[in-house]
C-alpha cells in the first residue's frame, strides 16, 4: 500500500512542549496519555511470556537442525534457545512476523477484530493509536501468514461461481484519455469467485475477461468433483463442467438479474461479490499489487469459524508457527 498521509505518532499532543498548562489542557492530556499507555503497555507487563514460552522448539529457527538446546531467558522472560549447528541464538519468535517486535502481541488481537469488521487501516491506526504506518506494515505481515490459507479450500455439493472486476487504477474516479474505465476490458482485473454454502473460495484470474484456461486455472484445484455447478452460463465455465464431471445448473444472466433476491439462484454468489467489493472499498487506494492479499484476507473472514476470535486464535497461532517474516526497513525501502 502507498500513501501520502503523513506518519505522526498518535501519543503526540499540542501541549507536549508547553511547560505552563492550562487545568483543561492537563486534564485532557492526562486523560489521552493514560489510554494510550493502557492501550500500549510495556512488554514485562503484558504477560506475553506466559503465551510465548508455551511453545515448546524441536528445531533451530534459523537453520531447521534438531540440535538445539535452551539458553537461558531474555529480559523479558522469553525462552532462548542455541543451535548447535548453525551456532545461533534464538527465540520463538526468531524469524517469524513478531521477530524484534517491540509492540505487544496483545495489541494485534483488535487490530485482527477491526480488519474483520471491514474497518480501513486509517481508521484502524487511530482507534489502537498507532501510527499509520505501523497499520500498514502488521498487514502486509498478516499478508504473509495468510499467502497459503486457500490452498486447501475446496467447494463441493451445490457450488456457485461468479466473476467481479476492479479497476487496475486506485480508483474508478480516475479518467484515462478521457473515458472513465469501464466494463471488463484490460483496464479491469477479474476476480473468480465461488462458495458453497459452508466456504468461499476467490482468487484474482487477471486482466479482462475469463478465459476457460483461467477459469479452470482458478477453480480446477478448489472444486470438488461431481459436485452441481451452479452459474450463468459464462463461456469460460464450460471446462469446468466437463473436465471436473460436475451437474451443470445455468441459467441466463440477463433473465435473473430482474429477479427479487428470494427468488434469485444466483442469490449466494451475488451476495458475496457484493461484500468482495465493500471490503475492497473499505481500503480504497491500495496498491493492485496487493490485490491477491486483500483476496485473501476477505475470503478468510468469510470462510469458518465464524467467531472473530476464533479467527484471532487462528492467525496468531499460524504466525507463531511459521517461519515467514518481514523487517520494517525492508517494507518501506522496496516502497
Known amino acids: 500500500m502507498q500513501s501520502k498521509k503523513k506518519n505522526t505518532s498518535r501519543r503526540k499532543t499540542p501541549w507536549d512542549n508547553n511547560k505552563k498548562l492550562s487545568p483543561i489542557e492537563s486534564f485532557i492530556q492526562d486523560k489521552y496519555l493514560a489510554t494510550y499507555d493502557y492501550r500500549h503497555p510495556v512488554l514485562s507487563r503484558t504477560n506475553e511470556d506466559v503465551l510465548l514460552n508455551s511453545y515448546h522448539l524441536d528445531t533451530c529457527r534459523c537453520c531447521g537442525s534438531q540440535r538445539i538446546r535452551r539458553y537461558g531467558f531474555t529480559k523479558n522472560n522469553i525462552q532462548r534457545y542455541h543451535c548447535i549447528e548453525c551456532k545461533q541464538t534464538f527465540t520463538v519468535t526468531t524469524n ?4 524484534d517486535h517491540k509492540i505487544s502481541i496483545g495489541e494485534w488481537v483488535e ?11 486509517n481508521i484502524i491506526s487511530k482507534t489502537n493509536k498507532n501510527s499509520y ?5 502488521w498487514l502486509q505481515k498478516l499478508f504473509l501468514v495468510l499467502r ?26 480516475t479518467i484515462t484519455e478521457g473515458k472513465k474505465l469501464r466494463g471488463t476490458s484490460k483496464d479491469q482485473y477479474c476476480i473468480a469467485i465461488g462458495c458453497d454454502g459452508n466456504q468461499v473460495y476467490a482468487c484474482v484470474e487477471g486482466k479482462g ?3 476457460q484456461a483461467k477459469t479452470m486455472a482458478a477453480f480446477g484445484k478448489h472444486i470438488k468433483p461431481r459436485s452441481t455447478l451452479i452459474h450463468d452460463k459464462e463461456k ?8 471436473l464431471n460436475l451437474l451443470d445448473q445455468s441459467y441466463d444472466a440477463s433473465v435473473i438479474k430482474v429477479l427479487p433476491d428470494k427468488d434469485n439462484p444466483l442469490q449466494a454468489i451475488n451476495h458475496q461479490c457484493f461484500l468482495l467489493q465493500t471490503f475492497l472499498r ?3 487506494g491500495f496498491d493492485r499489487e496487493s490485490l491477491s492479499d486483500f483476496v485473501n484476507l476477505f475470503c478468510f473472514i468469510q470462510n469458518p469459524p465464524h467467531e472473530k476470535l476464533e479467527k484471532v486464535k487462528i492467525l496468531l497461532d499460524n504466525a507463531l508457527h511459521s517461519t515467514k517474516s518481514l523487517k520494517y526497513r525492508d517494507f518501506f525501502t522496496k516502497e
Open 96 to 99: 517469524t512476523i513478531f521477530a
Open 282 to 284: 473499505a481500503h480504497d
Open 148 to 173: 497459503d490459507s486457500q490452498d486447501g479450500v475446496v467447494l463441493e455439493g451445490e457450488v456457485q461461481i461468479d466473476e467481479t472486476y476492479i479497476p487496475v487504477i486506485k480508483s474508478d474516479r
Open 133 to 137: 504506518n505501523t497499520a500498514r506494515y
Open 236 to 243: 469460460s465455465h464450460r471446462i469446468s463442467v466437463k473436465k
Open 111 to 121: 487490530f485482527c477484530l477491526n480488519l474483520f469488521r471491514h474497518g480501513s487501516i
Open 209 to 211: 475477461k475469463p478465459s
